[in-house]
Antibody
Framework: EVQLVESGGGLVQPGGSLRLSCAASGFSLRSYAMHWVRQAPGKGLECVSAISGDGGTTSYASSVKGRFTISRDNSKNMLYLQMGSLRPGDMAVYFC???????????WGQGILVPVSS | QSVLTQPPSASGTPGQRVTISCSGSSSNIGINFVFWYQQLPGTAPKLLMYRNNQRPSGVPDRFSGSKSGTSASLAVSGLRSEDEADYYCAAWDDRLSIWLFGGGTKLTVL
């Protein structure tokens, strides 16, 4: 069974840093591109970062470029999102999601809340 | 960040047919597949439609999708109370190299 489980969330002050992790199981992580998608309270979905299966290609939304870094460790079946210079507008539930072989995000984690507040 | 354009709300009575539109541009919907997600309150989004009009296993055939040019639509026929949810369209944007989502449409079953 495919599972994605996020961890690492927690209250952080503006300007602070946080690293989110996503543990993948039930499939070979290296075969899939992966994404981080966030949802601010009461708002829609925003894909903030993407990474290719081998980690060689990454992309970022303009809202987080230069502040967030996506990475992966295929040997550990782990996906990461290093977030820095956090702002109140970054407060959201962050989901990791798998880019399916047919396209589209076919599996999602349960999401993890990142509150940003002083 | 650019988003795809959806109506914020849609509604219908049980048994009716409802359509949700999604408008994009030449760098996303115009050249790539469209996907639709259903999100029930407090849960992660679920892939509802892939490659414009393909249903994943388990999605009822009451749901259908289409695409024309830089626009797409999701139709729900035989509306049921359990269809009440938020629906998002999405497409890969070749210029930004990232998934773009619509703002979401809240479907209410009256």
């Amino acid at each position: 069974e495919v599972q994605l489980v996020e961890s690492g969330g927690g209250l952080v002050q503006p300007g602070g840093s946080l690293r989110l992790s996503c543990a993948a199981s039930g499939f070979s992580l290296r075969s899939y591109a992966m994404h981080w998608v966030r949802q601010a309270p009461g708002k829609g979905l925003e894909c903030v970062s993407a990474i290719s299966g081998d980690g060689g290609t990454t992309s970022y939304a303009s809202s987080v470029k230069g502040r967030f870094t996506i990475s992966r460790d295929n040997s550990k079946n782990m996906l990461y999102l290093q977030m820095g210079s956090l702002r109140p507008g970054d407060m959201a539930v962050y989901f990791c999601a798998r880019d399916g072989l047919q396209g589209g995000l076919d599996y999602w984690g349960q999401g993890i809340l990142v509150p940003v507040s002083s | 960040q650019s988003v795809l354009t959806q109506p914020p709300s849609a509604s219908g009575t049980p048994g009716q047919r409802v359509t949700i539109s999604c408008s994009g541009s030449s760098s996303n919907i115009g050249i790539n597949f469209v996907f639709w997600y259903q999100q029930l309150p407090g849960t992660a989004p679920k892939l509802l439609m892939y490659r414009n009009n393909q249903r994943p296993s388990g999605v009822p055939d009451r749901f259908s999708g289409s695409k024309s040019g830089t626009s797409a639509s999701l139709a729900v026929s035989g509306l049921r109370s359990e269809d009440e949810a938020d629906y998002y369209c999405a497409a890969w944007d070749d210029r930004l190299s990232i998934w773009l989502f619509g703002g979401g449409t809240k479907l209410t079953v009256l």
